[in-house]
């Protein structure tokens, strides 16, 4: 039976990488995409490379798309294997002094109300698989571990909107999990938080240290783990962080 994924935001970054490398293992890939020109484009360049790819447009923050989404791959598949929850938003950096709500708004509409959802809109589908797992695409500057250590770049960045969005994701994460434990869902940040990198994208203009194939090692990891894997977990590239 083949395998089935469905990534949000999955037409440039980390979100491309990880349908390209997972789809590259045989999977059917279901890619989620805002804007549905820039997911076709996407969705021709994986099939072009052999990847068994449907394009799903998907903007986390609308309800009313999220159902359409859903609809769109019942129409493929009587099961999801596995949930990316990829898309998010990075704010616009603002200090905690200057955070309006309407900038924390927009943020947490996409990194916090938009992983839930889809994960609950999509949950009938992963049930239905033998191994459901859903991965959460977090970021270490959602770590208190990390935040409490000045050594860490990610300190000197004084936003307040991202990086409290990604500390309620990871909360959201260790709940669902206690909440579902036929579901294995874990937590992931594209970087080696010990050696102070991340992954070179967008989101950062391209001031990473990693590639975006190093930074989908450890959502690829937690992607393809068995149903006696891990589940509830926080993981960068080389393991475990702290939350």
Not at 52 to 80: C, I, K, M, Y
Not at 163 to 178: D, F
Not at 183 to 209: C, L, S, W, Y
Request: charge should be negative; aromatic fraction near 4%.
């Amino acid at each position: 039976m083949t395998t089935t994924v469905l990534i949000t935001g999955a037409n440039k970054g980390l979100g491309y990488e990880a349908a390209r490398r997972l789809g590259g293992l045989g999977w059917k890939v279901f890619l989620g995409s805002r804007d549905e020109a820039r997911g076709r484009e996407a969705v021709e360049k994986l099939a072009a490379d052999g990847v068994d790819v449907v394009l799903v447009q998907l903007d986390v923050t609308s309800d009313a798309s999220v159902a359409a989404a859903l609809e769109v791959v019942r129409g493929h598949t009587e099961h999801l294997d596995v949930l990316v929850n990829n898309a998010g938003a990075p704010g616009h950096a603002v200090t905690p002094s200057e955070t309006t709500a309407d900038e924390l708004h927009a943020v947490f509409d996409a990194n916090v109300y938009g992983p839930v959802r889809v994960t609950n809109a999509f949950l009938p589908l992963l049930r239905a698989s033998e191994n459901p797992r859903v991965v959460m695409v977090s970021s270490a500057a959602g770590s208190f571990g990390v935040m409490l250590d000045p050594d860490q770049p990610v300190t000197k960045m004084h936003e307040l909107a991202y990086s409290s969005s990604k500390a309620a994701l990871n909360m959201i994460t260790v709940r669902y999990a206690q909440a579902l434990p036929d579901v294995r869902i874990n937590a992931v940040t594209p970087g080696e938080t010990a050696k102070h990198t991340f992954a070179a994208t967008d989101m950062n203009q391209h001031k990473g240290q990693l590639t975006v194939t190093e930074g989908t090692d450890s959502l690829v990891r937690l992607a393809t783990i068995g149903s006696d894997g891990p589940t509830g977990t926080f993981e960068d590239r080389l393991g475990s962080i702290d939350w």
